[in-house]
């Protein structure tokens, strides 16, 4: 659950904690700094065989923050005078996925807080959903960018972040493949929980509220929000 470090000179609009505008910087000194800043956090639901599954990515293992762990299906800055809702450009850039906006459904914004390298990474994240049931290898995810696409059973991924089983069986593709493969995912599989300021500090719930607007969204439910 990253807002990712592909171009530290990248203009980023500076806020306050409740996201009133304060100017702009680059992304070096946003994170150097630790000011406020916004972005789009995504996640894809696919119905597999009557059973709702979240789709994640496989931060790849060159990445500077997280390599290697499993993340949300698309996450991302919004650039200067981007909207939260243009964040779905993340979707086509890290899976190949173009979808249009009115396909998102916003759930509201959390603000977090993660350690990184070089500084401190201080987001108002705008967290949404949105159905995509294309099978898992008609993904096209940036190799630079994802290792591989992963299918999460959402009911069996609350269980595991729960910390009610150990490990879940999953679904595979790797990057640049068309081959489906089995693999055990287990908590530390995922990228940390982050710090969610005004939750006592206790770094605990992000995964779970995801997953659990995952259930709703796919049984139907409207309204949905965090």
Do not use: C
């Given at each position: 659950m990253s807002g990712d470090e592909i171009v530290d000179d990248e203009i980023l609009d500076v806020v306050d904690e409740w996201g009133r505008p304060l100017g702009a910087a680059d992304?070096?000194?946003?994170?150097?700094?630790?000011l406020w800043h916004r972005v789009?956090?995504?996640l894809l639901i696919a119905d597999r065989d009557g059973v709702?599954?979240?789709?994640?990515?496989?931060?790849?293992?060159?990445?500077?923050?997280?390599?290697g762990l499993l993340d949300l299906s698309a996450t991302g800055h919004l650039a200067a005078g981007e909207t939260?809702?243009?964040?779905?450009?993340?979707?086509?850039?890290?899976?190949?996925?173009?979808?249009a906006t009115d396909a998102l459904v916003p759930l509201g914004i959390r603000r977090i807080v993660d350690e990184i390298p070089g500084g401190v990474n201080r987001e108002l994240v705008?967290?949404?959903?949105?159905?995509?049931?294309?099978?898992?290898?008609?993904?096209?995810?940036d190799l630079s960018e994802v290792s591989a696409?992963?299918?999460l059973p959402v009911a069996a991924g609350i269980d595991l972040v729960a910390r009610r089983r150990a490990a879940v069986d999953c679904r595979v593709c790797p990057a640049g493949s068309e081959e489906v493969e089995e693999r055990r995912v287990v908590a530390g599989d995922l990228v940390p929980e982050p710090l969610l300021v005004g939750?006592?500090?206790?770094?605990?719930?992000?995964?779970?509220v995801a997953l659990v607007m995952a259930q709703?969204?796919?049984?139907g439910e409207k309204g949905l929000a965090i």
């Open positions: 992304r070096r000194t946003v994170h150097a700094e630790g789009a956090h995504i709702p599954t979240a789709v994640l990515q496989e931060r790849a293992l060159h990445k500077a923050t997280f390599p939260p809702m243009e964040g779905i450009r993340e979707l086509r850039e890290e899976l190949g996925v173009d979808l705008h967290l949404f959903l949105a159905r995509d049931d294309r099978p898992l290898e008609e993904y096209d995810p696409v992963v299918d939750d006592g500090g206790n770094g605990s719930g992000y995964w779970t709703r969204f796919a049984s």
